[in-house]
């Protein structure tokens, strides 16, 4: 009897992974698992576009540190933008057209909030030291706001021709930092009060202490006092230098105060206004202790509760020691310490070290060495948010607080501030709430809870034609405008739910998310456990046009991801692991312009030599074993010599002299869901034939799993026939993509006997790599087989 198909499945389209369902459901062309692949074009997969090298802002450029970038931020200058970076050390650095500067020297090495106010100033913060404020021309950024004067004046009227009317007079100094287009002011000193001035009386000056000591951004003091018997009005007297302490020719009458004022207005501050809006003594400094910061209606808004955790401890009395702890005076003093062993938290009240620090009251036990602890803020601050007086990003008064209001069952902190058309959100990890305000938010601020879902940090959204897309710890969704919530993440939920989840939760303060409006999708960059990495290596990457979700890994660990400007076109940028600065599918290999191909001569753990190569600056690069013992590895070259490439992590099986590599490749794999073998007793036609697009070098293999286990099973003979290779006892279909037509066949099937144990469901899986030349796979056909 002649050969012929029973049956036959076929894929023309690419509908994405869907592994949260069962795979003997999936229809054709929808994926059990899908990495570093998808449908880019209609009826194509599409390796994904390798993520090149940035050499002007990398350190492979020279121009960044070795150091690993955990935080970045697109500065947006109309003389250029700036790359802004964090890296392991806590170090700030600003990078643009191959120069880099560090523009603040930080000490913890956690996630960092970036804004750029409306002044096109730069501010940041990470909620455990003093947060930055930069113009993108100083060669430092500033400290927020400016420490006021903690010593009133000392002032006496020993006559001359001041005032112009009997009584009592309010006088006090502030402390200005005036290299700025607008200047920066602290606070007033605490006030001096003169009573009793006679009619033509003056004032004299004799104390004006520095104290504390000003700032290295302080240029001058200013000098303020009122008419008289009117305190809540002071009028600008005069500017004086840093070190100067006294001021005896303030001759000034009221009424010539009152005309300067009325010619500018700048020389007059009400303290408090008619609303109870504290106005002159508003320049407080933004707390240290606000990791979140975002401008909303021309106001900063600072929010969060960090947690610190690094290390252990021991309490004895009220002395903290700490083991492995890297405290400072910022992040310790006024915050609140639980300790593991402990009845009760205890204040912070004063720093001694990196590992000693003193709390307010004896402890009502001796805790032993090793106790766990956290560093909190205050309990008060867990839902409050702090906001700037408007349009000065660096004055917070301490009453500029507004207070979240709970109204649900769990309580969890604010992990992020969400400007999202004509509202404010905030983020909690279960909730999100919306903020609205007319002129003043202590008196009209509108708080409202909108949805129950939430967002792991400050970094897992993005908003993109519209919509606010949001990861939490229950899967991913986007909110529209009017705030409706709709979830996208049901065909990769398995992902998230705690029994399958392959995610590495306790690192999730690192993952992030941006849009790609070039591709037109969302990544979310995420850690699996299996990577063994602190920051993220994969995404989950949600297609908006299609609507389909695909995954993508990297050899190196990402610290972050922004929109940046590149040859004026909008790209994204990805940074990481040794300072590494990446444009994302931005060619065909990776990191590289041009692929490196070879065979081993030899191998060990950590190193791949080829006696015959002369490796030349690829340190960073991906190295993929494409053929031979240790195939479908790829691991990142951490350094080079000339024949000797040494790689990280270890590999898992060592090549060895049968070895291939790939220098720049990208390896990708699809697999199908479950196909099921017809049971007749004849000798049926199964067969897989691929169409793909020729290349010059390269192949992909398909692979078998017969009845659902979980290795692919082996060739039984070696064959070199229709564009396809095998070997006896591997599981590989080799399908020479460089065949001129790119149209593969291979039998995989026999005769399949009613009523007996055997072949009777099958999966198919492709696999590859890419270099130089684009993979694309047009169809697949399976015959023999049917939709299980």
């Not at 090298?53 to 960044?64: E, H, P, Q, R, T």
């Not at 109870?276 to 509760?305: C, H, L, N, S």
């Not at 610290?559 to 940028?573: C, D, H």
């Not at 010059?696 to 290795?711: C, E, K, L, P, Q």
Request: proline share 5%; hydrophobic share 35%; glycine share 8%.
């Amino acid at each position: 009897m002649a050969e012929q198909p029973t049956t036959a499945s076929q894929i023309s389209e690419w509908l994405g992974q869907a592994s949260n369902v069962d795979p003997h459901n999936l229809p054709a062309g929808t994926a059990q698992s899908q990495n570093n692949c998808y449908s880019r074009y209609g009826g194509e997969l599409n390796v994904r576009l390798g993520a090149q090298n940035i050499a002007a802002l990398s350190s492979s450029g020279g121009v960044m540190s070795v150091d690993d970038i955990i935080s970045t931020f697109a500065y947006e200058r109309p003389d250029g933008d700036f790359h802004v970076t964090v890296d392991e050390d806590g170090d700030v650095i600003a990078t643009r057209a191959s120069s880099s500067n560090t523009i603040h020297g930080g000490d913890k090495a956690e996630p960092w909030s970036f804004v750029k106010a409306r002044n096109g100033d730069l501010i940041g913060v990470n909620g455990y030291e003093r947060g930055i404020r930069w113009d993108s021309q100083s060669g430092n950024a500033e400290e927020l706001g400016i420490e006021a004067p903690d010593t009133a004046p000392t002032v006496l009227h020993p006559g001359g021709g001041a005032a112009t009317a009997n009584g009592d007079y309010t006088l006090a100094y502030r402390y200005v930092d005036d290299t700025l287009p607008s200047p920066i002011v602290s606070s007033l000193s605490p006030a001096a009060t003169v009573e009793d001035v006679t009619l033509n009386d003056k004032f004299n000056w004799t104390g004006i202490p520095s104290s504390p000591t000003p700032e290295s951004r302080v240029t001058h003091k200013e000098l303020w006092r009122s008419v008289a018997n009117q305190p809540n009005v002071l009028y600008y007297i005069t500017t004086i230098t840093v070190a100067t302490t006294d001021f005896d020719t303030d001759t000034s009458s009221d009424q010539t105060l009152i005309n300067n004022a009325v010619a500018d207005p700048s020389k007059k501050l009400v303290i408090l206004s008619q609303s109870g809006d504290v106005v002159g003594r508003r320049q407080g400094i933004p707390p240290f202790t606000k990791p979140v910061v975002a401008e909303f209606q021309d106001r900063m808004f600072y929010a969060g509760w960090p947690k610190y955790t690094t290390g252990t401890v021991a309490i004895s009395g009220t002395t903290v020691t700490g083991s492995g702890t890297a405290w400072t005076s910022e992040l310790a003093i006024g915050r609140y310490i639980y300790v593991v062993g402990a009845t009760k938290p205890y204040k912070v009240s004063a720093f001694g070290s990196t590992t000693s620090i003193t709390i307010s009251e004896t402890a009502a036990e001796t805790v032993s060495s090793g106790a766990k602890y956290v560093l909190l803020p205050p309990p008060n601050e867990r839902n409050a948010i702090f906001f700037s007086h408007r349009d000065e990003p660096e004055s917070v008064h301490a009453n500029s607080v507004i207070t979240l209001q709970e109204n649900v069952r769990d309580n969890d902190e604010i992990v992020g501030l969400i400007p999202f058309g004509s509202l404010m959100y905030v983020a909690k990890t279960k909730y999100i709430y919306s903020l609205s305000f007319l002129k003043q938010p202590t008196i009209d601020a509108d708080i409202r809870l909108v949805s129950h879902r939430g967002v792991l940090n400050q970094r897992c959204w993005d908003v993109y034609e519209g919509r606010m897309y949001c990861m939490d710890r229950s899967g991913i969704y986007y909110m529209d405008l009017g705030g409706a919530i709709t979830p996208i993440s049901l065909p990769i939920q398995d992902i998230f739910r705690n029994d399958t989840s392959p995610l590495d939760w306790a690192n999730s303060k690192w993952w992030f998310c941006v849009s790609d409006p070039d591709l037109e999708q969302i990544r979310f960059h995420v850690g699996y456990t299996a990577d063994s990495s602190t920051r993220p290596m994969r995404a989950l990457v949600y297609d908006v046009r299609k609507k389909a979700w695909h995954r993508e890994s990297f050899v190196w660990e990402l610290g972050g991801g922004v929109r940046f400007t590149i040859s004026n076109q909008t790209r994204v940028v990805l940074a990481g692991e040794r300072g590494v600065v990446l444009e994302a599918s931005a060619g065909k290999p990776e990191f590289v312009t041009s692929e490196v191909r070879g065979t081993a001569t030899a191998g060990a753990s950590t190193t791949l030599t080829d006696s015959g190569a002369s490796f030349s600056s690829l340190t960073n690069a991906p190295v993929a074993i494409i053929d031979g013992t240790g195939k479908h590895q790829v691991r990142r070259i951490a350094s080079h010599s000339g024949t000797v490439l040494t790689v990280s992590p270890s590999w898992t099986t060592t090549p060895d002299t049968t070895s291939k590599y790939l220098v720049g490749g990208i390896l990708w794999d699809w697999k199908s869901g479950v196909m099921s073998v017809p049971a007749n007793e004849s000798r049926d036609v199964q067969r897989i034939t691929t169409h793909s697009a020729s290349i010059t070098a390269g192949n992909h293999d398909v692979r078998f799993y017969i009845d659902r286990s979980s290795t692919a099973q082996n060739w039984g003979a070696a064959q070199n026939t229709e564009g396809v290779k095998t070997e006896k006892d591997d599981p590989d279909a080799e399908m020479d993509e460089s065949k001129s037509n790119g149209i593969h066949r291979k039998r995989f099937g026999g005769m399949l006997h009613r009523g007996h144990e055997g072949k009777e469901l099958v999966e198919l899986e492709l696999r590859g790599h890419q270099g130089n030349s684009e993979v694309k796979i047009f169809e697949v056909e399976i015959e023999g087989v049917s939709s299980s």
